[in-house]
């Protein structure tokens, strides 16, 4: 999982903050986006993306999904908690 | 979404029982299932496919992942639910 400057990621506010983010990362010209979600907040991360290409860019293309887990110590326990990276891109329109 | 007799449908019991029921489905000699879920289970099945990965089949492949979203009426209500469709294989091994 790696976040840099065209990474949204997606916590447990509504879905539409995240869709917001993700249309304005777009609307900044960035073609490549990258949404990103730990545990529980996946799912919101899905629906922000099936919001995203089915309300807002109809051309979005979904690159990439891939997933994986982090493991990290909570009050003396092992805890592992799983990971979502999804890889959008909007294609240039050429007019 | 389609659901077949290779499909793992994961729900809300606990991450063990769903690893179990994907080896027991490869143990039946199938090579390619599918891990199902919506909405909070998903991130139960991300771990479900995480631990699958790194403590029972070594050499298993995420084939593919698709994400999609289901509608569905509510009391009255119109609710949207985020599903996910992981298909994984297990190289046949030739001794």
């Known amino acids: 999982m790696s976040v840099d400057d065209n990474s949204v990621i997606v916590g447990q506010k509504s879905t539409m903050n995240y869709v917001v983010a993700c ?3 777009f609307n900044t010209g960035t ?11 996946i799912s919101t991360a899905i629906e922000t993306v099936e919001m995203l290409r089915k309300a807002f860019i109809k ?32 294609p240039n329109k050429f007019h």
Chains 1, 2 share one sequence.
């Open 23 to 25: 249309v304005t990362l």
């Open 31 to 41: 073609n490549v986006i990258k949404v990103i979600a730990r545990g529980r907040s």
């Open 59 to 90: 051309e979005l293309k979904i690159d990439n999904i891939e997933i994986g887990s982090q493991t990290f110590e909570k009050m003396g326990k092992t805890r592992t908690i799983s990971t979502i990276e999804m890889t959008l891109t909007k």
